[in-house]
T-cell receptor
Framework: GQSLEQPSEVTAVEGAIVQINCTYQ??????LSWYQQHDGGAPTFLSY????GLEETGRFSSFLSRSDSYGYLLLQELQMKDSASYFC???????????FGTGTRLQVTL | SQTIHQWPATLVQPVGSPLSLECTVE??????LYWYRQAAGRGLQLLFY??????ISSEVPQNLSASRPQDRQFILSSKKLLLSDSGFYLC???????????FGDGTRLSIL
């Protein structure tokens, strides 16, 4: 089976940096993805880590350590529009299937 | 560019009624297709996926079924809806071998 753990809620101030952690237990691991979902909306793809290390895309970065079965999403220069739920998801390669974590609700405050 | 269409956006159905949700993808060929359900405030549960026409894999035994009659069309069905079928249903596609999934806008299904 597959299981992913991430914090349920995180609160941060506008302009700050926040890190959302994800630990996983899985078989057939290919990589770790991150998705953003605003209330009432559909998830949108943010990043993918297939190899250990840091991937940077603008204000967002994602990190993976395969040996620790651990990854994180780093959001810098937080903006109010970043308030959303963030999901880590394990990519197993089979039919490009994803197993999603339960999500972290990020609230950005003034 | 590729687009995914999912309809209807909202649906209210009585218990015991049938269901048909449709999803179509444009701008790509032979996509992998997926149906997810999301309960309020929860993560996404993969229901079905398909790697080709007529090829359906079920992830969770339940009251639902899926079909892929055409390359870029994916349909989620039920013969008799249960109260527990309420939720937010999302269709998604990916390129074969790709790691990014792209989601439709979803259907919010309420069962009365």
């Amino acid at each position: 089976g597959q299981s992913l753990e991430q914090p349920s809620e995180v609160t941060a101030v506008e302009g700050a940096i926040v890190q959302i952690n994800c630990t996983y237990q899985t078989s057939g691991f290919y990589g770790l993805s991150w998705y953003q979902q605003h209330d009432g909306g559909a998830p949108t793809f943010l990043s993918y880590n297939g190899l250990d290390g840091l991937e940077e895309t603008g204000r967002f970065s994602s990190f993976l350590s395969r040996s620790d079965s651990y990854g994180y999403l780093l959001l810098q220069e937080l903006q109010m529009k970043d308030s959303a739920s963030y999901f880590c998801a394990v990519y197993t390669g089979t039919a490009s299937k994803l197993t999603f974590g339960t999500g972290t609700r990020l609230q950005v405050t003034l | 560019s590729q687009t995914i269409h999912q309809w209807p956006a909202t649906l209210v159905q009585p218990v015991g009624s049938p269901l048909s949700l449709e999803c179509t993808v444009e701008g790509t060929s032979n996509p992998n297709l997926y149906w997810y359900r999301q309960a309020a405030g929860r993560g996404l549960q993969l229901l079905f996926y398909s790697v080709g026409i007529g090829q359906i894999s079920s992830e969770v035994p339940q009251n639902l079924s899926a079909s892929r009659p055409q390359d870029r069309q994916f349909i989620l069905s039920s013969k008799k809806l249960l109260l527990s079928d309420s939720g937010f249903y999302l269709c998604a596609w990916s390129k074969p071998g790709g790691w990014a999934q792209h989601f439709g806008d979803g259907t919010r299904l309420s069962i009365l």
